[in-house]
């Protein structure tokens, strides 16, 4: 079997994707009803190297190597201190000798890439400053569930061009979704990301559409997605970044430019009265629990295709 990693949202072509969604909602379904006596992946180990904190990522991998026979080990910074204590590639080359599969998140995506450049187990891209591609998938499933379908619904994501909107915008232009995002001038998504998706969504009949009017971007919109404005390893830019990104809260004025059933999603942890009102976030078009909550299950059918199981 070839070695596969999945660092971003494009690395998984569109028959992939499907059918990994497909997996999830079949592990869903069999989950929810009590069948959990089939254990694929007994006596194997996933290791989580966490630069950063987590409650959804960790978790549900956790949860869901526990579910399918299997261990998590946690390995936090101060466990193992990557680039300082040993070395990223000597992580990977000992890792891959006790583990099936690595879990990390990282400051830096480079980080990511050369513990798959060096490990000889698949690797996963639990969340960088480039992509954050476990989250694009467990929103894929939710919009799916949510409408039947995800070819033609228009996504609006409102707010910073970021690793969350990176992989949204690449996995959802792979999937057939109509993109637009509303961001900041200053804090568009990156050009070779914008690039890649305007790829993909000509080979797959979707749509991409970038502008700094948030009601522009929400116009219609089936699913309006926000995350917070200043990302891990940025609360020494909020102060900056607060008055630049207060036009873009998604509140229940800029909802109402949406379509009538649009969905409010985010990714988590939120704040309240900065990004999102407690008011949409809380209200009835907020799914956000239904899309932590198929973290687990995505998850799970990610490590079970990257193992080829
Ligand atoms: N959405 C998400 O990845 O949450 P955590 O940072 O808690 O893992
Ligand atoms: N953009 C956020 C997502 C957290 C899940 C961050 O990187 O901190």
């Known amino acids: 079997m070839t070695l596969r990693h999945f660092l971003s949202a494009a690395d998984l072509n569109r028959a992939e994707a499907e059918a990994l969604l497909d997996r999830a909602a079949m592990l869903k379904a069999a989950w929810r009803a009590g069948q959990v006596n089939d254990r ?6 996933l290791a989580l190297v966490f630069e950063k904190p987590s409650l959804r990522t960790r978790v549900a991998f956790e949860a869901g190597m526990t579910q399918l026979g299997g261990h998590p080990s946690y390995l936090s910074a101060n466990d193992i201190d990557m680039g300082g204590r040993e070395s990223v590639p000597d992580v990977a080359r000992n890792l891959s000798r006790w583990v099936a599969i690595i879990a990390a998140r990282v400051f830096k995506h480079a980080t990511v890439e050369t513990l798959a450049r060096y490990a000889t187990v698949p690797v996963i891209n639990a969340l960088s400053d480039r992509e954050h591609p476990c989250q694009a998938l467990a929103d894929m499933l939710t919009l799916r569930e949510r409408f039947g379908r995800l070819q033609g ?11 969350v909107c990176h992989s949204l915008m690449l996995l959802g232009a792979t999937l057939g979704l109509n993109l637009r995002i509303g961001c900041p001038p200053d804090y568009r998504p990156a050009p070779d990301i914008i690039e890649l998706t305007e790829r993909l969504a000509q080979e797959h009949d979707a749509t991409l559409a970038i502008t700094a009017s948030p009601v522009e971007a929400v116009s219609g919109a089936d699913a309006v997605y926000t995350d917070v404005w200043a990302s891990m390893g940025q609360e020494h830019e909020a102060a900056r970044r607060r008055p630049v990104f207060t036009p873009y809260q998604v509140n229940t004025a800029l909802m109402a430019h949406a379509a009538p059933h649009a969905l409010a999603m985010h990714c988590l942890p939120a704040h309240r009265g900065e990004e999102v009102t407690a008011e949409v976030i ?3 078009q907020s799914v956000v629990f239904e899309q932590a909550e198929n973290r687990l299950h995505v998850q799970k059918a990610l490590i079970l295709f990257l193992l080829g199981k």
């Open 40 to 45: 694929p992946l007994l006596g194997q180990t």
């Open 153 to 163: 619904l228009t996504l609006a994501y409102v707010g910073d061009g970021n690793n």
């Open 282 to 284: 809380d209200g009835p």
